[in-house]
T-cell receptor, first 113, second 112 residues
Framework: DTGVSQDPRHKITKRGQNVTFRCDPISEHNRLYWYRQTLGQGPEFLTYFQNEAQLEKSRLLSDRFSAERPKGSFSTLEIQRTEQGDSAMYLC???????????FGPGTRLTVL | EDKVVQSPLSLVVHEGDTVTLNCSYEVTNFRSLLWYKQEKKAPTFLFMLTSSGIEKKSGRLSSILDKKELSSILNITATQTGDSAIYLCAVEIQGGSEKLVFGKGTKLTVNP
């Protein structure tokens, strides 16, 4: 396993549709993070999993957003009823606990029309 | 609120120049400071700094942390066009998720 992978790389959707993104972390990493990055900004933390448990969510994560990591391996991030303001790059990162470095995937670029 | 500020936001230099990028932070529980390079895709890891005054070096890139001044610098010597990218500074918050708080980044353009 060479790194974090994400799918799809690009997604264009119409306002009001639901979208789901997938992240596959580095295989031995127990920690998984989702971040969102808009143009001209650094990534902003959305949520964090340790194994299958979602332990922290940012207040940026509205009720329309839900994330899962069912078996402590891959994770999905779903956005319901997308809005134009959801257009951003969604980045996934993983790390080995205890201060391990977070390594990022290539991201999913979402465009909401 | 935890905050990371980078300067300058944008920098244009000629190949061969040396550049210094700055990062300052105000956070509640500091664990480490990280530098990433981003080229139209995912941030790629450069350095993690936890101790003040110890320089980390990788080729033409080096970085140092000053915990007294709550800041870090990233130096790039003999810049090349391939160094053109956004350089992101992030602080890892101790406790709980150990999430990263990022600055806005410095966009470096190296012209031939």
């Amino acid at each position: 396993d060479t790194g974090v992978s994400q799918d799809p790389r690009h997604k264009i959707t119409k306002r009001g549709q639901n979208v789901t993104f997938r992240c596959d972390p580095i295989s031995e990493h127990n920690r998984l993070y989702w971040y969102r990055q808009t143009l001209g900004q650094g990534p902003e933390f959305l949520t964090y999993f340790q194994n299958e448990a979602q332990l922290e969510k940012s207040r940026l994560l509205s009720d329309r957003f839900s994330a899962e990591r069912p078996k402590g391996s891959f994770s999905t991030l779903e956005i319901q009823r997308t809005e134009q303001g959801d257009s951003a790059m969604y980045l996934c990162a993983s790390s080995l606990g205890g201060g391990g470095t977070q390594y990022f995937g290539p991201g999913t670029r979402l465009t909401v029309l | 609120e935890d905050k990371v500020v980078q300067s300058p936001l944008s920098l244009v230099v000629h190949e061969g120049d040396t550049v210094t990028l700055n990062c300052s932070y105000e956070v509640t529980n500091f664990r480490s400071l990280l530098w990433y390079k981003q080229e139209k895709k995912a941030p790629t890891f450069l350095f993690m700094l936890t101790s003040s005054g110890i320089e980390k070096k990788s080729g033409r890139l080096s970085s140092i942390l000053d915990k007294k001044e709550l800041s870090s610098i990233l130096n790039i010597t003999a810049t090349q066009t391939g160094d053109s990218a956004i350089y992101l500074c992030a602080v890892e918050i101790q406790g709980g998720s150990e999430k990263l708080v990022f600055g806005k980044g410095t966009k470096l353009t190296v012209n031939p």
